[in-house]
């Protein structure tokens, strides 16, 4: 059974920093782009950084671009989001997603995600 498990959210102030790590299970992790997207309450799940199956180019939503880092370790199937200089319009549940395009179809993994607030 596919399984993508976050972990590393909670509460931190503003300023701080938090990281995310995504491990995943039951599937081919280094063909797949990983991404991080979040969902604040009341708004749409938004697309936060992104990585490549190889961990080349990573792409980064404007209002988080020089604050947070995306990576990945193929050999531990895990992908991390590193969040410094948070601020409380970064509270959200944050999904991490696996995605592989074929010729055929899009095969596409949600994890079950993870909850960051940042407030004083």
């Known amino acids: 059974q596919v399984q993508l498990v976050e972990s590393g959210g909670g509460l931190v102030q503003p300023g701080g920093s938090l990281r995310l790590s995504c491990v995943g299970s039951?599937?081919?992790?280094?063909?797949?782009?990983m991404s991080w997207y979040r969902q604040a309450p009341g708004k749409e799940r938004e697309l936060v950084a992104a990585?490549?199956?190889?961990?080349?180019?990573?792409n980064y939503a404007d209002s988080i671009k020089g604050r947070f880092t995306i990576s990945r370790d193929n050999a531990k199937n895990t992908v991390y989001l590193q969040m410094n200089s948070l601020k409380p319009e970064d509270t959200a549940v944050y999904y991490c997603?696996?995605?592989?395009?074929?010729?055929?179809?899009?095969?596409?993994?949600w994890g079950q995600g993870t909850q960051v607030t940042v407030s004083s």
């Open positions: 997603n696996a995605r592989r395009n074929t010729a055929w179809r899009t095969l596409d993994y």
């Open positions: 039951a599937f081919g992790f280094s063909a797949y782009a």
């Open positions: 990585i490549t199956s190889t961990g080349d180019n990573p």
